[in-house]
């Protein structure tokens, strides 16, 4: 059984940091391409951050430069560290893997910026 659990939300004041986890199991990790996905209330769900199994990274205009995705292969897990974190980058944080067509969702960690 494949589960992706999200952990690390929480409510911050704008400027703060934030680092998320995502811990996977029932995959081959290593060979899985990871991403967190962000869905603000009222908004479609859309990619903050991808890492790629060799490494590789991409992320969405809004977030680069304050925002670093991770991955270490030997714990299954993915992070998402936040920095300087805006009112707008509010939402439900979801962790998926992706191998070819295949993906999985983890139930999301809610994040809440204040300003």
Known sequence: QVQLVESGGGLVQAGGSLRLSCVASGIIFST???GWYR???GKQREL???IRSGGSTNYADSVK???T???DNAKNTVYLQMNSLKPEDTGVYYCNSEWGYI???GKGTLVTVSS
């Open 48 to 50: 903050v951050a991808g």
């Open 39 to 41: 869905q603000a209330p």
């Open 69 to 71: 995705i991770s991955r």
């Open 65 to 67: 430069g304050r925002f």
């Open 103 to 105: 993906h999985y969702w």
């Open 32 to 34: 899985n391409a990871m």
